[in-house]
């Protein structure tokens, strides 16, 4: 069965810093990927997607993730946060018959300290 | 352009009354979909239309929940009655089109049954 595993359901970074947010997946074909970021009181907003092509794809707001098919993980960076970055983040794959049907995992919080 | 519109953003009733919650998508979106996220879960796929028709309803939870798109514009999703397990957040999201995986998302309508 499809599914996707984030691994750390919180993390503290200190402003300045780096950041890496693990994501796994289990999909039988080619998946299509997604990172979401929740803020409070805010809708999902897409970050970047990986469907084909370059495996270290570009996102908004100074994110980029690199699919790694061997290691069936699809991982979020930033290189340097900023307290604004402070919300939850979803990693996704899209399943179901054309990829409709998006399978999230569980979220992971990013906290930011000063 | 006005972004995915959810109604109310927030619900409160007892258990055994009926709510119905309401999704404006994006205009000339022909998907749409509903996800729900229970007690800080995994946000979890409900189903998904195109235009008025319901193309993948299998994360409907159970026959209390009903879905309906008139006209392939406007969503509802009636819960009736309403249950205990039922609270949680109800997101709708959008895309366009069948080539285009990218769905964007309303802020969420926040039920609590008591």
């Known amino acids: 069965a499809q599914s996707v595993t984030q691994p750390d359901i919180h993390i503290t970074v200190s402003e300045g810093a780096s950041l890496e947010l693990r994501c796994n997946y289990s999909?039988?074909?080619?998946?299509?990927l997604f990172w979401y970021v929740q803020s409070p009181g805010q809708g999902l907003q897409l970050l970047l997607k990986?469907?084909?092509?370059?495996?270290l794809v570009q996102g908004i707001k100074g994110f980029e993730a690199e699919f790694k098919r061997s290691q069936s993980s699809f991982n979020l960076r930033k290189p340097s946060v900023h307290w604004s970055d402070a919300a939850e983040y979803f990693c996704?794959?899209?399943?179901?018959?054309?990829?409709?049907?998006?399978?999230f995992g569980a979220g992971t919080r990013l906290f930011v300290k000063a | 352009e006005a972004g995915v519109t959810q109604f109310p953003s927030h619900s409160v009733i007892e258990k055994g009354q009926t709510v119905t919650l309401r999704c404006d998508p994006i205009?000339?979106?022909?998907?749409l979909y509903w996800y729900r996220r229970v007690m800080g879960k995994e946000i979890k796929f409900l189903l998904h239309?195109?235009?008025?028709?319901?193309?993948?309803e299998s994360g409907m939870p159970n026959n209390r929940f009903l879905a309906e798109r008139t006209g392939g514009t406007y969503s509802t999703l009636k819960v009736q009655p309403a249950e205990l397990e039922d609270s949680g957040v109800y997101f709708c999201?959008?895309?366009?089109?069948?080539?285009?995986?990218?769905?964007?998302f309303g802020p969420g309508t926040r039920l609590t049954v008591t």
């Open positions: 999201a959008s895309s366009f089109g069948g080539s285009s995986y990218e769905q964007y």
């Open positions: 999909y039988g074909a080619t998946p299509y």
């Open positions: 990986y469907f084909s092509g370059d495996t």
């Open positions: 996704a794959v899209g399943a179901g018959t054309g990829g409709f049907k998006t399978i």
């Open positions: 205009s000339g979106h022909d998907n």
């Open positions: 239309f195109v235009k008025e028709s319901k193309q993948d």
